[in-house]
């Protein structure tokens, strides 16, 4: 979860690594900064002349400063030049964390206007984490094995979400409002691909949601309501780029509500 969204994670800042790297920082103050009160005060009392390398970790020095002096042995990354004096903390964090290599699905995720509950959903099921029948009867789990959205097949991912024929006639029915075709693109920032990003977003976790909704609450929508519940989201949620891109299919969508309500 700590790792780049390119990468398949979610971004979210490690804590520990990042405290880490924060106590490092004082290390490297405590060496190069003499002219601060507290740093001269730890100076005087426990380095008393010695350099970083030479001094051991006072016994007696309190809890705090045996921490910042216990960093020493990895200040050689704050002496690298690829670490600047701004933003030390940042540059030797991502350093900590290395690199990593990117997954295929990245566009989807990064730069992504749907809802954070729709983008979680879309992460969990490039993944192949969400819980569908397939792998809750890999558990040895009694459950039935028939996707409930066309009473066909087995439900697999790739099944729910690109090969039932309800997920299908769904996808078609959205790329004909915005008039794409299968093969559209959603690499890049233009408007087309922003607002595509969006639309598979918001598609995968309302297809999602009506599963679960026809799984435990016996309640079914029918295709067109979920479609026109996906075009709704999608216009409140576009950004300025992908609303360019929508503009042209809004006075469509408003004539469809007016005659819903
Ligand atoms: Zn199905």
């Not at 390119?6 to 004082?26: C, F, R, T, Y």
């Not at 921490?67 to 900590?96: C, D, F, P, W």
């Not at 959603?186 to 990003?197: F, I, M, S, V, Y």
Request: hydrophobic share 40%; net charge positive; aromatic share 10%.
């Amino acid at each position: 979860m700590c790792t780049p969204k390119s990468a398949g994670g979610l971004n979210l800042v490690n804590l520990k690594g990042w405290n880490k790297e924060a106590i490092l920082k004082m290390c490297w103050d405590i060496e190069q900064k003499q002219d601060r009160l507290w740093i001269k005060w730890i100076h005087s009392y426990y380095i008393k002349g010695q350099s970083m390398e030479e001094i051991r970790v006072p016994t007696q020095a309190c809890w705090m400063v045996r921490k910042i002096l216990g960093t020493k042995e990895i200040l050689h990354i704050l002496h690298n030049e690829a670490v600047g004096k701004k933003s030390m903390i940042r540059q030797a964090y991502k350093q900590m964390l290395g690199s990593f290599s990117k997954v295929e699905w990245r566009n989807l995720i990064c730069c992504n206007s749907a809802r954070p509950k729709a983008i979680f959903t879309l992460w969990l099921q490039a993944q192949n984490r969400l819980l569908t029948k397939d792998r809750i009867l890999k558990w040895k789990m009694q459950v039935e094995p028939v996707c409930v959205m066309c009473n066909q097949e087995e439900e697999t991912r790739d099944h729910l979400f690109y090969d039932c024929i309800f997920a299908r006639k769904l996808w078609r029915r959205l790329l004909q409002w915005i008039d794409q075709n299968s093969s559209s693109n959603t690499k890049g920032k233009n408007p087309q691909a922003q607002a595509l990003r969006l639309i598979y977003a918001e598609y995968i976790y309302t297809l999602w949601k009506e599963r679960n909704t026809r799984i435990f609450e016996k309640h079914e929508t029918t295709m067109e309501n979920i479609a026109r519940r996906i075009a709704y989201v999608c216009c409140a949620r576009a950004n300025i780029a992908a609303r360019l891109f929508l503009d042209n299919v809004l006075f469509r969508i408003c004539c469809c509500f007016c005659l819903l309500f």
